[in-house]
């Protein structure tokens, strides 16, 4: 019950198109989904995260899709760049999960060529 | 906004001894920090967590004699990986819990070699 599936393992795009990284879990205790941008040798980098009240977020050019009574959530990078080549994890929280630790997706690793 | 300093970003040591690894928090004050243990192209794993002025409560399988954690003060955390051996090689990854429940931190991490 504490897992957050994560999809694609890899994903490759061309400059200005629009990867959709994709995250399922199963604990309804779970209220918090960050998702982190990790660069090689870095520590990850909160991007964006989003509560269960909402059903999207945007911020600049990620935005979350949420969908509560399927227990999925999306990142989109709009207009991506050579530059958000990265590893990409989506987690999930929650004040009822044991010291609000976080749980992990498996990780995507976005190449966006030029 | 917050910064955690997590300190050394490498380190290589050799086979047998000790190696501590600092996580600082900079202008606030960390009451939880978490460290992760990250192999390559994988996941971070969660391996211990410490509250200030308590004991750290270690992940299943997480040898906690030998990945000693100090959280004596709410703005430093240590991370002391003990008679280190070659699979202990990792990157090493402290995070600090910035809100009541939510809001995480993470540090730079750090590179460990053992040869």
């Known amino acids: ?82 530059g958000d080549s990265a590893t990409y994890f989506c987690a999930a929280s929650g004040r009822e999960t044991s010291g609000s630790r976080l749980t992990f997706g498996e990780g995507t690793q976005l190449t966006v060529n030029p | 906004g917050a910064v955690v300093s997590q300190h050394p970003s490498r380190v290589i040591c050799k086979s047998g001894t000790s190696v501590k690894i600092e996580c600082r928090s900079l202008d606030f004050q960390a009451t939880t920090m978490f460290w992760y243990r990250q192999f390559p192209k994988q996941s971070l794993m969660l391996m211990a967590t410490s509250n200030e002025g308590s004991k750290a409560t270690y992940e299943q399988g997480v040898e906690k004699d030998k990945f000693l954690i100090n959280h004596a003060s709410l703005t430093l955390s240590t991370l002391t990986v003990t008679s280190a051996h070659p699979e202990d090689s990792s990157f090493y990854i402290c995070s600090a819990l910035t809100g009541k429940y939510y809001g995480y931190t993470f540090g730079s991490g750090t590179r460990l070699t053992v040869v």
């Not at chain 1, 400059?15 to 998702?35: L, R, S, V």
């Not at chain 1, 995260?49 to 999306?74: C, H, L, M, W, Y």
């Open chain 1, 1 to 82: 019950q504490q897992q957050v599936k994560q999809s694609p393992q890899s994903l490759i795009v061309q400059k200005g198109g629009i990867p959709i990284i994709n995250c399922a879990y199963e604990n309804t205790a779970f209220d918090y989904f960050p998702w982190y941008q990790q660069f090689p040798g870095k520590g990850p980098a909160l991007l964006i995260a989003i509560r269960p009240d909402v059903s999207e977020k945007k911020e600049g050019r990620f935005t979350i899709s949420f969908n509560k009574s399927a227990k999925q959530f999306s990142l989109h990078i709009m207009d991506s760049q050579p």
